[in-house]
């Protein structure tokens, strides 16, 4: 899929994101329920002057999940150590970044469902215990070593909670579900980004590219950068006929489908009938990995309706045939 459209992060990005991260729950646009909840934990847990419980949050990529751990460390006025599952290999890279944590601090881990299995188990008992037993020496002669850890507060993020053990979940005293936002909301974010960018954009112009959004603000921001460019370069205003000429050039249609979606799609219905078709068919077909397909296509196809997923495989929705500009055989429909 084209980077514009990838919810994912690129490196390049880490700057602008920085710059354009909220700073605390009342700036974080969206998510109402979630911030709501988390306000109370935090908030209780000032007033008690306590460690507040350990906050999973769980949901696909580009919604919000650094930027609240961020936001939690800042409301606690604690420091954040920032990490994530798959640079945790060993239980041993777990236990020193534990051990070094200082009373109260923060401890974010990313795509928490990868951590090695050993690392897991040795979680367990620093979440609710703030203990951990180190192995000392090998073989026969090991022994366990326990030692004690400061009070802290665990913030996972994860984009499959499924793939989480239920001992960990369990563990955990709040799991927000972050949900994609509505085409509201990501007009208020992009709105506020290009406050931050020094960036002049017509109220259209917002809602043009929220449209074009996916329901995630990584994607949005990242959009409202590629028609600043665009503006900057070709001494437009920030309007919406700028936003379209933009975007275009980016492959990225008015409902946010870029060109591998378009060609899943085009696949499930000029190839196959419509469907049902299998991923790994449809994967060879496009010439894409089945697993970018069942990530970021698949869900995104879904929830704009035009795509269904049954036992069977993957089926075009009347909407999908219509989106790919096919005739529509009403037999399937009727
Ligand atoms: P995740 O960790 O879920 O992948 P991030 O927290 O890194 O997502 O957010 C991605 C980008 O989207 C950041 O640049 C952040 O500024 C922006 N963003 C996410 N959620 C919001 C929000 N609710 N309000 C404003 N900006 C947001």
Known sequence: MSGEL??????????YEGALRPATLAEFVGQSKVRRQ?????????????????????GPPGLGKTTL??????????PLHQTSGPAIQHAGDLAAVLSALTPGEVLFIDEIHRMARSAEEMLYLAMEDFKIDIMVGKGAGATS???????????????RAGLLPNPLRDRFGFTAHLEFYSDDELSSVIRRAARLLEFDISDQGV??????SRGTPRIANRLLRRVRDYCLVHETPG????VRAA??????DQHGLDRLDREVLAAVVERFGGGPVGL???AVSVGEEAETIEAVVEPFLVRAGLLTRTSRGRVATRLGWQHVGAEIPEHLFS
């Open 6 to 15: 990838s919810p994912q992060a690129a490196p390049s990005e880490q700057g």
């Open 38 to 58: 988390l306000g109370l934990l935090l908030d209780a847990a000032t007033l008690r002057q306590h460690t507040p419980d350990h906050i999973l949050l769980a």
């Open 69 to 78: 751990s961020m936001i939690v460390a800042s409301e606690l006025d604690k």
């Open 145 to 159: 070593v326990p030692l004690e850890l400061s009070p802290f507060t665990l913030v996972g993020a994860t984009t």
């Open 207 to 212: 809602e043009e590219i929220a449209g074009r």
């Open 239 to 242: 309007d919406t006929e700028s």
């Open 247 to 252: 975007l275009t050039l980016y492959d990225v």
């Open 280 to 282: 790994s068919n449809l």
